[in-house]
């Protein structure tokens, strides 16, 4: 069909992936933290107290006190190339996008902070992509994380007149591929040692207690993808959960309490960070760092802390793996 000499111009239609992590930081300041830890700890999703009660006290207290803490512990992992999991995230993109090839758009947002997730929808439909697969880097499902990507992205399709089509890529805590990533890059740090560890601990971002009782099958992923890791190992693996705040009951047990007891019973242990995607400040700074002086100083032997799949060659394969199957019928 030939176009009237007046029309505008039509972009051809493309697909495009959306790779998206929790967020960071512009900069590892307190002012830059605080802005971050506001938008973050703003998400219902993420502290369901009602806003009446717990805005005050987010306000009044959190965020007068903890930014310059938080800071400090950000200046302890950064690069020159930025915040890790910012940089992180963008390997994964730009390896993703060499994989995929031209045919498909790569980008990648995260869900507190820069790029957002709402710009980067813009920005690939301005570049013609009608078809977009929103993919959160989280292998477990939560609704403190998994679903506030969903909502953040159903939101942003509010309004839009042209809405591109949106598919999600869904947990992916027992499938084979992230499996086999897993034991790849846990079987390549434990190579790395001069020691072969007592204990082999998975590390999991805690959530409140009560997010079990009220449906989230967050816990029951945890402990299957440790599960199904071991037999794999041929080896246990003790499952924990790091990242505890406020006074609510977290899930248990917790990873702090697990290393101080390991290292006062003369233990050597083995740590890494299956749901996580990029190593970040939780990994880098709460486990390799605070978690090895908590474990030495309770008398432990030796300690390392494995990374994660990062942009490393078994995670890119599972993330290329994943998103593949995920476009099927789009390319």
Known sequence: MTLPPDHPPVRPPRVAVLLVNLGTPDAPDPPSVRRYLRQFLSDRRVVEIPPILWQPILRGIILTTRPKKSAHA??????????????ITRAQAAALQGALGEGVAVAYAMRY???????AI???????CRRILVAPLYPQYCAATTATVVDAAADHLKTLRWQPALRFLPPYHDDPAYLAALKASVEAGLATLDFIPDVLLASFHGMPERTLHLGDPYHCQCQKTARLLSDMLGRPVEVAFQSRFGRAKWLEPATDTRLEALGAAGKSVAVFAPGFAADCLETLEELAMRGKEQFMAAGGKQFAYLPCLNADAPGMAMIEALVRRELAGWI
């Open 74 to 87: 950000y200046a302890q992992v950064w690069t020159g190339d930025g915040s890790p999991l910012a940089a």
């Open 113 to 119: 902070g820069e790029p957002a997730i709402g710009r």
């Open 122 to 128: 813009d920005a690939l439909t301005a570049a013609g």
